[in-house]
């Protein structure tokens, strides 16, 4: 108890002095005033500490007041960590792009809600959830679920529901968690997974239509695991080797193999899991249930599980009667082949008995025409084209008199001028007849040159066949190692001497390079028409 002239305003802060002032003059006045109030004091350390005061004016004349004072410094204290946890969960929860509501489990009244929640449905503090989520007139059976605050509180409860009016798929994720008041409260999380719906839809009709793809479309489809044993097959897989869907599922691929392939066939399995290089495709012979041979091909893809190989998923063909139609087709070509040899061979022997004293220029020509050919690295059926066409190139001379062919002395031009027309003549023979390489304009072409000064047609670089080119330096060599009626051989040192300086000019450079690797590094020599190394 303390009369006004007290000096009671030297403890307390200066934040409230100018309040007890203003208490003080109501007092005086005798007006009402509060009788409860907080304030701050400074202490004897110059600390700052809160009071909680509670004061009775008393009757009488004299103005006088009973208070009682308490140190409520740990309760403000308290309080202040509360609203700052309060305030911290609170931003957080804005922060999470995913929506968020936390409600009273009790009333179902919505106690806060983030900011990506209230883009989707707006403010709704203060409603009561599943008259706003789901447009019920009492909670569904999410809302009364004991799950999260029974024995499993702190444990995550999952769900998904759909929105009754946007008919969007959502995944809650509810979690009991304490409310920086103490209340225990539900939070949900809630992740719009429509799009996820509407892809795991078409997922499940993909794989629908997949599936009826894969045991409709005629290929036979497995699955196997590191050993090689089944795990999958289609009805394809089973028809081919004519056992049943379940027979299947119990036989490996090394029952289904043949011995002769067997090891082949698993070296290429393991080497594809341990990610090292095999064919894309290849071909086996597999053994059907009852014993038949069937040729088949093969591809596959490692099927991975976390980086790691588990097995593989492969496609096989039956190419049984395709191997039986190459079977014929190779022995057919082998007689056609034998035929056009023998039809070669006679229109060769033709010339060499209308031109004795040329007799094995032709193959001597085609046998180093094939051998260049072969250094520059040109595809065998392209040589075996070149080389029919050597050994025909000089067919046209058929039509040349034989005293002209066989004349011992020099040739006079009007002689020469016939002799310059078995290319076109070779040509108008063997134009319709189809060979397989174009024989006709490689005899036609074989005495062009690069620089055009060639007959019959002049052409010259890149418009001669490289056949032809090829067929030009070989039919040099040869004609001026050997002997003629009208001269002696002049040597296959001359011949190389006249490819050295006109390779160019008047042959091809790449050929003539060809020809002397040959005749210099390789040691190739004429005789009789044979290769010799």
């Not at 004061?55 to 309080?79: M, N, Q, Y």
């Not at 019959?456 to 190692?481: H, K, S």
């Not at 011949?495 to 390779?503: D, F, Q, R, T, V």
Request: positive net charge; contains cysteine.
């Amino acid at each position: 108890i303390c009369s006004p002239d007290f000096n009671f305003y030297r403890f307390v802060h200066p934040d409230d002095r100018k309040f007890f002032k203003q208490r003080e003059k109501a007092r005086i006045t005798r007006k009402s005033i509060p009788s409860q109030f907080i304030f701050k004091i400074l202490t004897k350390e110059g600390k700052t500490k809160h009071f909680e005061m509670n004061t009775v004016l008393l009757p009488g004349e004299e103005i006088k007041v009973f208070g009682t004072v308490k140190d409520i410094s740990d309760r403000i204290l308290s309080e202040k960590k509360v609203k700052f946890e309060h305030q911290q969960l609170l931003s957080i929860l804005e922060g999470i792009d995913e929506p968020i509501y936390v409600s009273d489990p009790k009333t179902y009244e919505i106690l806060f809600v983030n900011r990506a929640l209230k883009k989707i449905f707006g403010n709704f503090s203060g409603k009561i959830c599943y008259q706003i989520f789901q447009n019920r007139d009492s909670p569904c059976p999410f809302c009364t679920n004991k799950y999260i605050f029974g024995e499993n509180i702190g444990k995550p409860y999952i769900w998904e529901f759909q929105n009754p009016i946007s008919k969007h798929f959502y995944k809650c994720i509810d979690k009991a968690i304490r409310w920086p008041t103490g209340q225990m409260v539900r939070c949900e999380l809630a992740i719009d997974i429509n799009e996820q719906k509407t892809a795991q839809k078409a997922l499940e009709s993909s794989e629908k239509r997949y599936r009826d793809i894969i045991e409709k479309a005629g290929i036979a489809i497995i699955i196997d695991d590191q050993e090689g044993n089944c795990n999958y097959a289609n009805k394809w897989y089973a028809k081919i080797f004519g056992y049943d869907l379940k027979e299947m599922m119990s036989r490996s691929i090394q029952s289904l193999v043949h011995p002769d392939d067997i090891e082949r066939v698993m070296k290429y399995h393991k080497n594809r899991l341990e990610g090292k290089k095999v064919p894309s495709r290849y071909e086996f012979k597999g053994i059907r249930k009852d014993g038949t041979i069937i040729h088949l091909e093969v591809a596959g893809i490692v099927l991975k599980e976390k980086g790691k190989s588990i097995g593989t998923r492969s496609y096989l063909w039956d190419i049984s009667d395709r191997k039986r139609a190459e079977e014929e087709t190779q022995e057919t070509m082998k007689k056609l082949r034998k035929t056009l040899n023998g039809t070669i061979d006679a229109i060769t022997l033709t010339v060499e008995l209308k031109d004795p004293y040329t007799s094995g220029h032709q193959r001597r020509v085609a046998d180093l025409a094939r051998t260049i050919a072969t250094e520059m690295g040109i595809p065998k059926d392209q040589i075996d084209g070149i080389r029919s066409a050597g050994v025909m190139h000089d067919l046209g001379k058929i039509l040349v008199p034989s005293d002209i062919l066989s004349k011992p002395s020099k040739l006079s031009e009007a002689e020469f001028s016939l002799i310059k027309t078995h290319p076109q003549a070779a040509y108008n023979i063997l134009k319709e007849i189809e060979f397989p390489w174009p024989v006709a304009q490689i005899i036609y072409q074989h005495h062009e040159r690069m620089d055009g000064s060639g007959y019959p047609l002049g052409l010259c670089g890149d418009d001669i066949l490289l056949e032809a080119r090829i067929l030009a330096v070989a039919d040099v060599v040869e004609a001026m190692a050997s002997h003629r009626p009208y001269r002696p051989a002049l040597g296959i040192e001359k011949a190389l001497e006249e490819i050295s300086k006109n390779k160019g000019k008047l042959y091809d450079s790449a050929v003539g390079d060809a020809c002397l690797r040959v005749f210099r590094e390789k040691g190739y020599t004429f005789k009789s028409g044979l290769l010799k190394k």
